[in-house]
C-alpha cells in the first residue's frame, strides 16, 4: 500500500523543483536560494580551494561556464566549463582555444565569458591591458578561432566585461582616464563599431553591468564611496521617460566588506549570480554566489 504521507512529500517535491527550474534550467545545485545570497553548487563549482569568477548558462544548464582567478595576484587564469555528459555526469574542462591566442602580457589570460543572445558567440577579455575577444560555436558544440573585435570597441585602454543585450547591443567597461564607465556598441553588418559611453544618471565609476530580460533595470558594479566594501553591486531604474535612476547600493546581504562584481541574470529570470572575492591580492575566497531575483523588486519597493 502506498503510504500517503510520502506520496503528498514526493509531489511537493517534485513540484518545487519543477518551479524553481522553469524553462528546463538544470541547476547545479539545489539548495535554491531565497533573499539570502548562498555559495552556488560549493561542491563541484564554488570549490574551496578554487578561485572563480563570473557564470553564464549555456544548453539550458547542461553547460556551465566560468573563469579561473589567481589567489596571489588577481589575474585571470582560462575559463572552464562544466559540462553534462553521458549518464548524467558533470565533467569538468578548460576551454582550449584560448591558448590559441598571443597575449602580450602574461598577467591576465583570459576570462569574463558571456553569450550571444542566439548562443552561437561566446564573448570574453584576455591580454593585459584587456580586449574582447568572440569565438563562434557551431551546432556540434565545437569552438572556432578566438577573433579580437574591431578597434571601435577595443582602444589602447582596457576594455572588459562584454554583454549582449536584449536590444542587441555590446555593453562593455572601460576605463576612461582613469575612471571606468560602461559603453555601448550597436551592431554594424554584424559587427560592433561606434561604441561610446552609455548615457545615463548611473553611469560614473560603473562596471560589470547586466540588464534585465526586458532592459527596465541594470545591476553593475561600483567602487564608489558609501558602499559597504572595496566594489559593490548597485541596481538602477528605467523610468517611464525612458531616462534613469542613479545606482542604488543592493545592500549589506548582497555586498561584504571585500568585492562583489560580475553579476549574470540567470535564463529563467529567476535568479542573480555573482561573483564574491574578499581580498584584491592573497585572496582566501572568490566564489560564485546566487540570489532571488525578488530582492529587484524588494529594493524597487523602497524607492519614493
Not at 575559463?79 to 602574461?106: M, P, Q, S
Not at 543572445?117 to 580586449?131: E, K, N, R
Not at 558594479?221 to 545606482?247: C, H, V
Amino acid at each position: 500500500m502506498i503510504n500517503l504521507r510520502n506520496l503528498v512529500t514526493f509531489i511537493f517535491n517534485f513540484l518545487f523543483f519543477a518551479t524553481s527550474n522553469s524553462q528546463d534550467i538544470i541547476y547545479l545545485d539545489s539548495n535554491f536560494p531565497g533573499l539570502e545570497p548562498k555559495i552556488y553548487a560549493s561542491d563541484i563549482l564554488s570549490l574551496s580551494d578554487r578561485y572563480e569568477h563570473g557564470l553564464t548558462i549555456r544548453n539550458s544548464g547542461s553547460e556551465h561556464i566560468f573563469g579561473l582567478d589567481g589567489r596571489k595576484n588577481w589575474t585571470y587564469n582560462g575559463i572552464a566549463c562544466l559540462k553534462r555528459g553521458e549518464n548524467n555526469i558533470v565533467v569538468f574542462d578548460t576551454l582550449k582555444f584560448t591558448n590559441k591566442i598571443e597575449c602580450k602580457n602574461k598577467a591576465i589570460i583570459s576570462g569574463e565569458p558571456t553569450l550571444s543572445s542566439d548562443y552561437q558567440f561566446m564573448y570574453f577579455v584576455a591580454d593585459y591591458p584587456t580586449d574582447i575577444w568572440k569565438v563562434k560555436i557551431d551546432e556540434n558544440g565545437k569552438w572556432g578561432e578566438p577573433v579580437k573585435l574591431d578597434s571601435a570597441v577595443n582602444s589602447k585602454g582596457s576594455e572588459w566585461f562584454p554583454i549582449i543585450a536584449r536590444d542587441n547591443c555590446l555593453y562593455f567597461s572601460r576605463d576612461l582616464n582613469g575612471k571606468v564607465v560602461i559603453n555601448k556598441a550597436e551592431p554594424v553588418n554584424g559587427e560592433y563599431k561606434k561604441a561610446s559611453k552609455l548615457e545615463a544618471a548611473f553611469n560614473y565609476e560603473a562596471g560589470d553591468q547586466v540588464f534585465s530580460k526586458n532592459m527596465d533595470y541594470i545591476i553593475f558594479a561600483s567602487p564608489r564611496q558609501g558602499g559597504f566594501g572595496n566594489n559593490d553591486l548597485y541596481i538602477a531604474f528605467k523610468k517611464n521617460n525612458g531616462e534613469w535612476t542613479d545606482g542604488i547600493n543592493m545592500g549589506p546581504k548582497i555586498n561584504s566588506e571585500g568585492f562583489e562584481l560580475a553579476p549574470y541574470i540567470s535564463p529563467d529570470d529567476k535568479y542573480l549570480f555573482f561573483t564574491r572575492r574578499d581580498k584584491y591580492n592573497e585572496a582566501t575566497t572568490s566564489d560564485i554566489y546566487w540570489v532571488s531575483l525578488e530582492i529587484v523588486a524588494k529594493i524597487k519597493s523602497t524607492i519614493k
